[in-house]
T-cell receptor, first 115, second 111 residues
Framework: GAGVSQSPSNKVTEKGKDVELRCDPI?????LYWYRQSLGQGLEFLIY????????KSGLPSDRFSAERTGGSVSTLTIQRTQQEDSAVYLC?????????????FGQGTRLTVV | RKEVEQDPGPFNVPEGATVAFNCTYS??????FFWYRQDCRKEPKLLMS???SGNEDGRFTAQLNRASQYISLLIRDSKLSDSATYLC????????????FGIGTKLQVIP
């Protein structure tokens, strides 16, 4: 596709259930980022991938959160035993990461609601 | 200290006003800098890159001060449509070229 694609666009889940969020980056983009944004708040960094490896996982809020990336392309963010405070928009971005003027392109996000 | 710091605002300015935002970054080896714009309930999108010599795009001017480690965005003749959150973005150099976003500064242009 032409842009970063995220699925699902909306997800409502019950507290305690596991959820998987998917990100399809722009083809050829080696860098991939996950952020989350609560209503009216700024972007909270979660994890950064360079290829299939994650050199920076410092933003994952707890061990209930994990992410993987396979084939240097699709990434999945998994949240286990969801809690109400996990409710937010989860944004994925990708970039070429080749040097100056490296624009990061965002997907439209997955709105997660834990009830 | 946060890697990228911004005043979250909100900045409430009248139409036609000039408004400026600053952003500071902690890594002196940071390589590239950008301003992104995020509209309410939308994803962030690139507004402009920030070049060492400063650059202008219509009513928008971006400047970089490496010595003091800050970048700025100046908006002249504010329009209602400029109301949004402006995110400062820094690309780190080195083996892993990580993009770091600031929390964003909210601008509300008032009629």
């Amino acid at each position: 596709g032409a842009g970063v694609s995220q699925s699902p666009s909306n997800k409502v889940t019950e507290k305690g259930k596991d959820v998987e969020l998917r990100c399809d980056p722009i083809s050829g983009h080696t860098a991939l980022y996950w952020y989350r944004q609560s209503l009216g708040q700024g972007l909270e960094f979660l994890i950064y991938f360079q290829g299939n490896s994650a050199p920076d996982k410092s933003g994952l809020p707890s061990d209930r959160f994990s992410a993987e990336r396979t084939g240097g392309s699709v990434s999945t963010l998994t949240i286990q035993r969801t809690q109400q405070e996990d409710s937010a928009v989860y944004l994925c971005a990708s970039s070429l990461a080749t040097g100056e003027n490296t624009e990061a392109f965002f997907g439209q996000g997955t709105r997660l609601t834990v009830v | 200290r946060k890697e990228v710091e911004q005043d979250p605002g909100p900045f409430n300015v009248p139409e036609g006003a000039t408004v400026a935002f600053n952003c500071t970054y902690s890594n002196s080896a940071s390589q590239s800098f950008f301003w992104y714009r995020q509209d309410c309930r939308k994803e962030p999108k690139l507004l402009m890159s920030v070049y060492s010599s400063g650059n202008e795009d219509g009513r928008f001017t971006a400047q970089l001060n490496r010595a003091s480690q800050y970048i700025s965005l100046l908006i002249r003749d504010s329009k209602l449509s400029d109301s949004a959150t402006y995110l400062c973005v820094v690309l780190d150099s080195g083996g892993y070229q990580k993009v770091t976003f600031g929390i964003g500064t909210k601008l509300q242009v008032i009629p």
